[in-house]
């Protein structure tokens, strides 16, 4: 504003002092241009309103995201060179944003506008997007003006998942096998019906309500807890590959669910995430909302979070996602998973990578614990159980 200021008392003075017609017309001519720069800088951006379409709501990791941001005003000033920019609290969405270039406008006296935008490759995790960044600028940009206009909205963008034939662990090609669950315990935090009283029942079971009404003793029903197919533990620790990792997690939980089975899935770290049954679609999209946020976030070793937790695991195939194979884990699923008979290790690499003398050295020593050790690339995960069976 003081430039502009100066700048007309610049022209006038010229016109002034020197006279004649050229300096009177170029104090003519820069009147509009400052005068609109005068008015832009008492133009109030913060009542205009913005509104976001988002047309991919779901999304999946390395896929397209498109959206369309609608911003209306109820004051027609003339806008002359305005930018539209998303701005959102994650670094690696404003990364993509700026990657995918920014939208110059002019939207004059149009109470209303709109801009389409579209970024390929989205990041996985939950993205949320604060507004969009509205700037606009005079005719020469002597006066620029910036201002965020609220539209804060949540994007989810789950992991990609591979189309994956999932087999359970040692069963031989030419038989079929289907999910088996066994009765653990009672849970009897969950009533789910009453019966005739039998020998043996517990004082603490019995259903007090119907014998004050009917005088016979009836005994709560309560739901089992059922072992699981398969149990999948999960490698939260900082690692080059974890984004892979979670593919593959995510690829091996849409692939049993397809193939009517049942898993658990534990995922230590903080937060700790436990989902003891996964059989149904809606228990599957609860485990992929949590792979869709869940980051490399672990500050101890897996060895050190998974002790109690594995010991009350029940079941006879465990399948263990991890970039490194250490033999701190190998000895903490030998010495608590005490009913295990078949454990299969995923070791996630890059395309090419070249194992080191020590992670040999870990590999094998798992291998004589009598676990089975998959080193697996990102490409072929389509065939990881298919492979891991032959071997």
């Known amino acids: 504003m003081v430039f502009v200021l100066i700048l007309l008392f610049l022209t006038f003075a010229f016109a002034m002092f020197q006279g004649g017609f050229v300096s009177w017309f170029i104090f003519y001519i820069s009147v509009p241009f400052i005068i609109y720069s005068i008015l832009l800088s008492f133009y109030p951006l913060r009542n205009l309103r913005a509104e976001r379409v988002v047309h991919t709501p779901r999304v999946q990791s390395g896929h397209r995201f498109s959206a369309t941001v609608t911003v209306s005003r109820t004051l027609p000033f003339p806008l002359l060179y305005t930018v539209l920019e998303e701005h959102a609290q994650s670094p690696r969405f404003n990364v993509r944003m700026a990657e995918s270039g920014q939208r110059l406008l002019i939207p004059g006296f149009h109470r209303q506008f709109s801009w389409d935008y579209e970024i390929g490759e989205m990041p996985r995790g939950e993205h949320i997007l604060e507004g969009v960044v509205l700037e606009t600028a005079d005719f020469f940009g002597w006066v620029k003006k910036r201002q965020l206009l609220p539209a804060r909205q949540s994007i989810l963008v789950y992991p990609n998942t591979v189309e994956m034939k999932y087999r359970p662990i040692g069963s031989s090609f030419d038989q079929g096998s289907i999910a088996a669950p066994f009765t653990l315990v009672k849970d009897t935090t969950m009533a789910s019906g009453i019966r005739d009283y039998q020998p043996g029942d517990r004082v603490s079971w019995i259903h007090w309500k119907s014998f004050a009404r009917t005088q016979t003793m009836r005994t709560k029903e309560f739901e089992d807890r059922q072992s699981q197919d398969l149990f999948l533990l999960d490698d939260r620790s900082p690692s080059p590959v974890f984004e892979k990792q979670v593919e593959l997690i995510a690829s091996i939980l849409t692939s049993v669910v397809a193939s009517h ?14 989902f003891p049954l996964i059989q149904s679609d809606e228990q599957l999209q609860r485990a992929l909302y949590h792979l869709a946020k869940v980051q490399d976030d672990s500050d ?37 998973v005490t009913s295990l008979s078949q454990c299969l290790c995923f070791v996630v690499i890059e395309k090419g990578q070249l194992l080191t003398p020590e992670d040999e050295q870990n590999h094998q020593y798992a291998r004589s614990k009598g676990f089975r050790v998959k080193v697996i690339e990102p490409g072929n995960f389509a065939s990881a159980f298919m492979e891991a069976n032959r071997s």
Do not use: C, M
């Open 300 to 336: 101890r070793p897996i060895e050190a979070l998974v002790g109690q937790d594995l010991k009350q695991v029940r079941v006879s195939s465990l399948v263990y996602v991890t970039g490194s194979l250490s033999r701190g884990i190998v000895d903490e699923i030998h010495r608590n």
């Open 261 to 274: 089975a049942s898993v658990a899935y534990l995922s230590p770290g903080t937060p700790r995430a436990f």
